[in-house]
C-alpha cells in the first residue's frame, strides 16, 4: 500500500517556506525523501529510520513521527533549484517488507522567482 | 563510476512481442529493484532482489520477470508486451535498502503499440 503524500502540488517563491507530509497506515521501518527534476531519475535525499529521528542539512529537513507513521519534509528559504517532483518512500516492519521501498504517489514543487 | 546502467534507453514494441530490459551496476550492491513510472502514479515497485539467486514480487509484478544470476545484474522480462505496459522504467540498487540510498538509473522508456 502506498503511503499517501500532501500536498499533491505546491507553488512557491524564491525564499518562502514549504513542508511535504508522508503518511502510511503501516508500522514503519524506515522514510526516505527523494527528488525528481522533469526527465531525470530520481535523487536521494535523506533517509529516517524508526526512533523519531529528525534530519536533515542546510535547508532541506526531515522528521519522523514514528507513533502517528508520518514523515515531514521541510524546505526553507527555497531557491529555484528544490523545483520538482519529491517522493517519500517507506519500509514497514511486516515480515520481510523491510526490504520493499514502495513511494507515494509525489508532490510537485514549482518555485518561482 | 557508471553506478546503475540501464539498456535501452528508449523502446518501440508491438502488442504481444517481448523484449529484456537491462540492468546491470558495478557498486557491488546486494539489492535491486525494478520500478515503473506512469504520470500521477508515483513510482511503483515490480519486482526486487536481496541477492543472487533471490528475488521477489513487488506492488504490479504481473506481466513481468526477472532474474538474478549474477550480483551485477537484473533483467526485467516483458513476455507478452501490452499497451498497459507502457512506461518509464527505472531500476535501482543499494547496499541495503532498508537504510541506505537507493541509487537509480537513468531509465528506460517503453511504448507498446
Known amino acids: 500500500q502506498q503511503p499517501v503524500q500532501s500536498p499533491q502540488a505546491v507553488i512557491l517563491r524564491e525564499g518562502e517556506d514549504a513542508v511535504i507530509n508522508c503518511s502510511s497506515s503501516?508500522?514503519?521501518?524506515?522514510v526516505h525523501w527523494y527528488r525528481q527534476k522533469h526527465g531525470e531519475a530520481p535523487v536521494f535525499l535523506m533517509i529516517?529510520?524508526?526512533?523519531?529521528e529528525q534530519k536533515g542539512h542546510e535547508k532541506i529537513s526531515a522528521s519522523f513521527n514514528e507513533k502517528k507513521q508520518q514523515s515531514s519534509l521541510y524546505l526553507t528559504a527555497s531557491q529555484l533549484s528544490y523545483s520538482g517532483t519529491y517522493f517519500c518512500?517507506?519500509?514497514?516492519?511486516?515480515?520481510?517488507?523491510?526490504?520493499?521501498?514502495?513511494f507515494g504517489t509525489g508532490t510537485l514543487l514549482a518555485v518561482q522567482p | 563510476n557508471a553506478g546503475v546502467t540501464q539498456t535501452p534507453k528508449f523502446q518501440v514494441l508491438k502488442t504481444g512481442q517481448s523484449m529484456t530490459l537491462q540492468c546491470a551496476q558495478d557498486?557491488?550492491?546486494?539489492?535491486m529493484s525494478w520500478y515503473r513510472q506512469d504520470p500521477g502514479m508515483g513510482l511503483r515497485l515490480i519486482h526486487y532482489?536481496?541477492?543472487?539467486?533471490?528475488?521477489d514480487q513487488g506492488e504490479v509484478p504481473n506481466g513481468y520477470n526477472v532474474s538474478r544470476s549474477t550480483t551485477e545484474d537484473f533483467p526485467l522480462r516483458l513476455l507478452s508486451a501490452a499497451p498497459s505496459q507502457t512506461s518509464v522504467y527505472f531500476c535501482?540498487?543499494?547496499?541495503?535498502?532498508?537504510?541506505?540510498?537507493?541509487?537509480f538509473g537513468e531509465g528506460s522508456r517503453l511504448t507498446v503499440l
Open positions: 535501482a540498487s543499494s547496499r541495503l535498502v532498508g537504510t541506505g540510498e537507493l541509487f
Open positions: 503501516k508500522a514503519l521501518y524506515s
Open positions: 529516517l529510520l524508526k526512533g523519531g
Open positions: 518512500g517507506t519500509t514497514t516492519q511486516e515480515g520481510g517488507a523491510t526490504n520493499k521501498l514502495i
Open positions: 557498486m557491488n550492491h546486494e539489492y
Open positions: 532482489s536481496v541477492g543472487a539467486g533471490i528475488t
